[in-house]
């Protein structure tokens, strides 16, 4: 996987990030606020044999005394003392630390009062010397207290900066990990790459996004839409793909991928190349082609499949030059079954002979079966697909249904993609 890959997926999951980093810093800074201060202060000691030779055996015995001197500390007669001289019901949390290669002793003592800290430090250090004074063994070494302990400035818990570096950490990583796990998780396809690698056909084009709700875009001009469309149209006619693509099924995976706004568009730039084209409303459950070109939809392909009319009353000229539309009509109560009669492959040889162009706007194939009734029978098949929406499943799935139905899927339109900037200058030159 490319660096480029890698940052795509991190831009694609910046709110994931952004807010697993967030909620991190806040418990982090939260948490460390809602700690009570404490300090920690310490009084330095020194232990020192009382003889000019050191043998083996005083070195061990040394070491013994050592790990036997934090119980003398923290024994109960030194902790009562202790809490008798400053006055307190509890004795501070108190350590005893060892620095090694060292003859030093630090006494430790921590406290939300770092003045109680340091005097409880001092008031050890004394109490302890004052106790191996009395003791046998305590005359064969020499303790002595060389640094008192003074007040801290600043608090030894919370430790502010760490537990933020810390939060910023885990806040990274918790994200990125997130961030990773949620696009493997996720199905949904995101390049014309993983299209591909899926259908295992080209991408003929990729449409812009429109910000307005506008099913024919104008396309006298220079624009990025009309120049989509016409890439569009010089990919699906131009090659050869075996025989004559007179006739063209348009379907998508799901509903509303705008594939009837691709076959109002294509007709369009289709009719300003001096071809006779004819739009055929084939969703016979949700036909929309009406709206699309604002004509009435009394009659039309149902009419003509039932034998309730003609094809010449059922056409109607759009406004569009060259542009003829053939509406859904009323809809039926059995779609499937008209869709694939013989008065279908009829219809369709007829408007082969008789128009340069013939585009069929097709139900969706997931939910229905419409689609890959007629895909037989037409010369081509145009998938269209919105990029961030279709899921790979879903893809599969029509797919290999339009194998079974032997489709000829010409390629893919991928509808709804991001206008590059880059090709901005142009579409601007033409204009100055």
Not at 360 to 373: C, F, G, K, N, S
Request: aromatic share 6%.
């Amino acid at each position: 996987m490319e660096i480029r890959t890698y940052l795509t997926i991190l831009w694609r999951r910046k709110w994931i990030i952004a807010v697993t980093f967030m909620v991190t810093m806040m418990v982090a800074v939260g948490g460390t606020l809602m700690i009570t201060p404490t300090y920690t202060a310490s009084a330095t000691l020194r232990v020192s044999v009382n003889s000019d030779t050191v043998s083996y055996g005083d070195i061990l015995y040394t070491e013994r005394l050592m790990n036997t001197f934090p119980s003398i500390i923290s024994s109960g007669p030194i902790l009562a003392k202790l809490k008798q001289r400053l006055g307190i019901d509890a004795a501070p949390q108190i350590d005893v630390e060892f620095p090694a290669g060292s003859e030093l002793m630090l006494i430790v003592v921590e406290n939300q009062d770092p003045g109680l800290a340091a005097e409880s430090a001092n008031i050890l250090a004394e109490l302890f010397i004052d106790s191996m004074k009395r003791t046998k063994t305590g005359r064969n070494f020499t303790i002595t207290l060389i640094d008192q302990a003074v007040p801290p400035r600043s608090p030894s818990s919370p430790r502010k900066m760490l537990n933020i570096a810390l939060g910023t950490m885990v806040g990274l990583a918790g994200g990125l990990g997130l961030a990773f796990l949620f696009e493997n998780l996720d199905t949904t396809l995101y390049s014309l790459e993983q299209i591909e690698t899926v259908t295992k056909a080209k991408v003929l084009a990729q449409i812009p996004k429109v910000k307005q709700r506008q099913p024919v875009i104008t396309l006298n001009g220079n624009s990025p839409y009309g120049d989509a469309f016409r890439r569009l149209q010089t990919n699906l006619f131009i090659p050869d793909y075996g025989r004559p693509l007179r006739t063209l099924l348009v379907t998508s995976t799901k509903p509303d991928e705008g594939k009837s706004t691709i076959v109002a568009n294509l007709a369009l730039v289709m009719a300003q190349s001096r071809n006779k084209v004819i739009v055929v409303d084939c969703d016979l459950r949700r036909p929309s082609l009406h709206q699309v070109f604002d004509l009435p939809n009394d009659v039309g392909l149902s009419s003509i499949l039932t034998g309730e009319a003609t094809l010449e009353d059922s056409m109607q000229q759009s406004e569009i030059p060259r542009v003829q539309v053939l509406t859904s009509g009323p809809l039926p109560h059995n779609p499937t079954d008209l869709l694939g009669s013989p008065e279908m492959s009829d219809l369709l040889a007829r408007l082969a002979h008789q128009f340069d162009k013939v585009l069929l706007d097709a139900p969706a194939l997931l939910p229905v079966i419409d689609a890959a009734v007629i895909a037989p029978g037409v010369d081509g098949t145009l998938l269209v697909v919105e990029r961030d929406r279709v899921r790979w499943g879903d893809l599969q799935t029509v797919l290999r249904q339009l194998t079974l139905s032997r489709a000829n899927l010409i390629g893919v339109a991928v509808n709804r993609t991001k206008r590059s900037k880059r090709y901005n200058y142009y579409f601007q030159a033409t204009q100055l």
